[in-house]
């Protein structure tokens, strides 16, 4: 049992214990708010924000998509043996060339002579410049060759265009050469 | 404050206690704000922190690591990741400096109930934040709690409950909240939508703002492009070959996926969201020839905006939504214009470079971020509608394309082949720092066209 002079002592020391616990603690008298305080801190689980995935987009699976156009035989022969030329165009253009009305006329006694066939006319880009721009640029280069053609007589619904803007470049490469190989159209018959 | 706390730092190392070597910690790089830092007493020539000169000072924050009791390896890997992100989003801010971790160490620990105000804020660390992490499993919590050192108080403190996975998204979700608290937009929430290469299909993937999770959200091996996010962020519009011809297609967030109206074999492409998600702008050529429309998504009302035989496309909105941004070539060669949203009012924006393309209008109204061609490559320009000022933000000779604001319009996301491949970066908008401030998100593969979520 601790009584008298020795108990007060015990509480004097107590005190001063605290009170140098205090004056210790002086530069940083600031307490922090418990864990459970609120209202800036969620204490309790239920109340805790649960953070999930609004937005998910769930991720894809491959599918497999048909494209088979198998009556198209001789109309991919055609287009192997490169029966339709090409024809390029300059830098951001899409007026027709010289060599390219050339070819085109080429092309047009063929269009004739395959009439079962319809056409498609791919417009493409060289890889300057956005995909954007570039989509709408290799529809014009399409339209010039379509406009070419209903012009000499062949009906508008025989000729579909598409434009793969800078998608489908010829040459990989990354020069002139390149890129001007790839500022083009392309020429398919298409089966019905 | 902060005059106080750079002569604290300083005055601890005048006294020689640790000799430590220039902090070149990222984010510190930029020259020291010349107005408004007090110069302390003890400055050297050249101050220790030095606070990037943008409209308001970093505010230095120091960000000791969350170490869970008990040293479990996995728990410490979790805490760790939370940690490293919670650093990069407030680095990536612009509003914290990071405080150089090697001065972590002249802070002792007061011991848990503690927090040693005065010697964090005699390291230069005005904010501190501490972490602890806990484990439930599946459930990770966290719990953060920023303090003041100033002032000396806690000004946060919060609680995060998330699947293990989610892990990151913990800390983007405080990262953010303490951003909010100085009034300001956090954006470690956001993703940004992107194309990547996949073998010859072109495919819709997303990621966070940072990089991480990256997903791929269309898989029909054929070609999909300019993928934009719905300003609620729960669709994504892009542009897909899957059916043949380049269609517009509507993507929501479970994954369903929509013509956005009904197409024939012409040209639909440049998707673009108007502010309040009603409408979205686009070009088309179903007319004949490339123009710019807008589409009523609701109920598939079409109109259009623009007629002339030239180019029309890549349209942007105002965030007023009253007004349009777009590139023509009406001139003969690509330029960016504005018109008002229903088409009226076409003036002319660029003049100074000879092709002008893919105009981004900042969300805060006042810029316009586009791409330009130069000798050798393109590279991303900002123009001031205020002041006219035009500034070049990337300068090399690669090709720099794409410019997307990020919601707060403090950064933009743009598509480089600076590598050698294509991939998309994040730079901070004021453009004064290409280089150290470039974040790369993708590698390998070519990726291209992002798109940043609102």
């Given amino acids: 049992m601790v009584h008298g002079p020795r108990r007060s002592l015990l509480v004097a020391a107590l005190v001063l214990a605290a009170c140098g616990w205090i004056v210790a603690c002086k530069s940083t008298p600031t307490v922090e708010p418990p864990v459970s305080a609120p209202p800036s801190f969620e204490s309790t689980p239920k109340a805790a924000e649960k953070v999930e995935e609004t937005t998910g987009f769930k991720e894809a699976a491959p599918q497999v998509e048909s494209v088979s156009e198998s009556a198209a035989s001789q109309a991919e022969k055609l287009n192997a043996q490169g029966v339709l030329k090409r024809i390029h165009f300059d830098f951001d253009k899409y007026d027709l060339r010289t060599d390219a009305l050339r070819a085109l006329d080429d092309n047009l006694a063929q269009i004739k002579q395959h009439a079962q066939f319809k056409i498609r006319i791919e417009g493409h880009c060289d890889e300057r410049g956005t995909v954007e721009y570039n989509l709408a640029l290799g529809e014009k280069r399409a339209r010039a060759a379509r406009d070419y053609f209903t012009s000499k007589g062949i009906p508008a619904k025989r000729l579909g265009i598409i434009s793969y803007g800078k998608e489908r470049p010829l040459d990989p490469g990354h020069n002139e050469e390149a890129w001007s190989q790839n500022r083009r159209d392309e020429f398919l018959f298409l089966a019905e | ?454």
């Fill in chain 2, 1 to 454: 404050m902060r005059g106080v706390a750079t002569a604290r730092l300083l005055g601890a190392l005048a006294l020689g206690t640790v000799t430590l070597g220039r902090p070149g910690a990222a984010g510190l790089q930029e020259p020291p704000a010349a107005a408004g830092t007090p110069a302390s007493p003890a400055a050297p020539s050249e101050p220790i922190i030095r606070i990037v000169g943008t409209a308001r000072p970093r505010i230095p924050i120091a960000i000791p690591e969350f170490p869970p009791p008990g040293g479990d390896a996995h728990l410490t890997e979790i805490a760790r990741t939370i940690h490293d992100v919670l650093r990069d989003d407030l680095d990536f801010s612009g509003y914290f400096a990071l405080v150089p971790e090697e001065y972590y160490k002249l802070v002792h620990d007061a011991g848990d109930r503690r927090v040693a105000y005065k010697e964090w804020l005699g390291v230069g660390a005005e904010s501190l934040l501490l972490g602890k992490v806990s484990l439930e499993p599946p459930i990770v919590v966290f719990e953060g709690k920023l303090y003041d050192t100033t002032s000396q108080k806690m000004t946060l403190g919060k609680r995060y409950r998330g699947e293990e996975d989610l892990t990151r998204l913990l800390a983007h979700r405080l990262s953010d909240e303490i951003v909010s608290q100085s009034n300001q937009q956090g954006i470690a929430q956001s993703r940004i939508a992107y194309v990547s290469q996949i073998g010859k299909a072109k495919e819709i993937f997303i990621m966070d703002y940072d990089g991480a999770r990256a997903k791929r959200i269309t898989a029909n091996g054929t070609i999909n492009l300019s993928p934009a996010w719905s300003p609620d962020g729960r669709e994504i519009a892009f542009v897909s070959y899957r059916g043949g011809g380049p269609e517009l297609m509507l993507m929501n967030s479970a994954g369903e996926l929509r013509r956005a109206f009904p197409q024939g074999e012409e040209l639909n492409s440049a998707p673009a969201w108007s502010p309040d998600g009603r409408l979205l702008a686009f070009s088309s050529s179903r007319d004949g020839n490339a123009e710019i429309y807008t589409l009523r998504v609701a109920d598939g009302t079409l109109t259009r905006l623009t007629r002339n035989d030239a180019i029309d496309t890549s349209p942007s909105w105002a965030p007023s939504g009253r007004e349009i941004a777009f590139t023509s070539d009406r001139t003969g060669t690509p330029q960016i214009y504005l018109m008002d949203a229903e088409g009226a009012n076409v003036r002319r924006l660029t003049f100074d470079v000879s092709y002008c393309d893919a105009a981004s209008w900042s969300p805060l109204g006042d810029r316009i971020a586009f791409t330009a061609r130069q000798p050798g490559g393109f590279d991303i320009y900002v123009k001031n509608l205020g002041t006219g000022e035009l500034r070049q933000l990337t300068r090399d000779t690669n090709i720099n394309e794409w410019p997307r604001w990020s919601p707060d319009g403090r950064h933009l996301v743009f598509a480089s082949n600076r590598s050698g491949n294509f991939d998309v970066y994040t730079m901070d908008a004021d453009g004064i720092a290409d280089g150290a401030r470039v974040h790369r998100l993708t590698h390998g593969g070519n990726s291209y066209s992002p798109s940043w979520s609102r």
